[in-house]
């Protein structure tokens, strides 16, 4: 089925009786959840954990297989169409493939997409497209080696490039680069990236630099308004296109001398959240109504046993009433996000 057609009711519904759909008290109707499947990553970004991964004690156990499929089971039953699967770095958790394959088999889950870092692209695109997956995106924020190496802390451009690469040869509906914009992108990084899109039909997606808690100084330091790559855009030839059916807040321009795309996520544009079509269930089984939201409603204790299906559709029903109109990224107000790792991409 066409991403465009318009989303369809899962279940059986009474004559008369309109289906069960999520909407706010704003009147934004949601179709998209990103599910993360870890906090883990085995990259130690700059942006996001310079560091690298460490575990925090006293946590929770992450959700187990059994109970993100009835998370996803309740959500598509209220009419969420589009998931996809982040982390973290979720290629790290052992039964990825797994979690993959019963999510996809989900009825009313219409589109799988997923995030990750590309370390295991190139070896394993075509087992990930057979599992269900129908959307990649994948992480580069350079093409310079030397420069992917310090960002990153690994050496491993050319492996992620070919994962991108096979990526495509295991026709994937859709392929993406994701991108950081930070401070220092100059005419050669651009070059680079236009060679890059010249020749592969792919969408290279930059990102504002988003404040989180751990972050403060180094957003400060490298931050740069999306407005920056709009203005290249335009002054280019580039135009922008209609955002498709359950897309998520990519503004994506595209140049008749161009295979791929050129897009744009700017979340300190004014009105980035008036279209907001998306929620977030962490690894621990909290839903978050925004991604940069306090705290998270609890679904845990309703992801034991089958039996509580309808229970826990009506936690997830009662909790959009509250959802707030936008982010207070604006305000250095990050909410409980610890780091970009707990976002996914």
């Not at 209220?78 to 973290?88: C, E, F, I, M, Q």
């Not at 651009?190 to 997606?205: G, K, N, Q, T, Y």
């Not at 707030?324 to 790792?341: C, K, M, N, Q, Y």
């Amino acid at each position: 089925m066409a991403l465009m057609d318009p989303p369809h009711q899962p279940f059986p519904v009474a004559p008369g009786k309109d289906p069960l759909t999520l909407e706010d008290g704003y009147g934004r109707r949601f179709a998209y959840l990103r599910l993360s499947l870890t906090e883990r990553c085995n990259f130690r970004c700059t942006y996001c954990l310079p560091n690298g991964f460490r575990k925090q004690p006293g946590l929770p156990a992450e959700l187990a297989r059994e109970e993100m499929v009835r998370a996803v089971r309740a959500f598509a039953h209220v009419g969420l169409w589009k998931l996809r699967l982040t982390g973290g770095e979720p290629t790290v958790r052992s039964d990825f493939d797994e979690i993959a394959r019963d999510i996809g088999q989900i009825p009313g889950i219409r589109r799988l997409a997923m995030t990750t870092n590309g370390y295991r692209l190139a070896e394993r695109a075509a087992d990930w497209r057979a599992a269900g997956i129908d959307a990649i995106n994948v992480s580069i924020d350079t093409l310079d080696p030397a420069e992917f190496a310090r960002i990153t802390g690994h050496d491993r451009l050319d492996e992620v490039v070919a994962g991108v690469d096979a990526a495509l040869d295991a026709k994937f509906d859709a392929v993406k680069v994701n991108s950081v914009l930070m401070r220092g992108l100059g005419d050669a990084d651009w070059s680079d990236i236009l060679a890059f899109v010249a020749e592969r039909p792919v969408a290279w997606r930059f990102i504002e630099l988003m404040r989180t808690n751990d972050n403060a100084a180094f957003h400060a330091e490298q931050r740069t308004p999306g407005e920056t790559i709009r203005t290249r855009l335009v002054e280019a030839g580039w135009q922008p296109l209609a955002r498709e059916a359950g897309a998520g807040p990519s503004v994506d321009y595209a140049h008749p001398d161009f295979a791929g795309r050129i897009g744009l996520i700017a979340p300190y544009a004014p009105g980035f959240c008036d279209s907001c079509n998306r929620l977030r269930l962490s690894s621990r089984g909290k839903l978050h109504l925004c991604l940069f939201g306090e705290g998270g409603l609890d679904l845990r204790d309703l992801l034991q046993s089958d039996d509580q299906h309808d229970e826990l559709v009506e936690r997830i029903l009662a909790a959009m009433p509250v959802k707030a109109r936008g982010h207070r990224l604006h305000e250095g107000i990050s909410g409980s996000t610890p780091h970009l790792a707990s976002i996914g991409g």
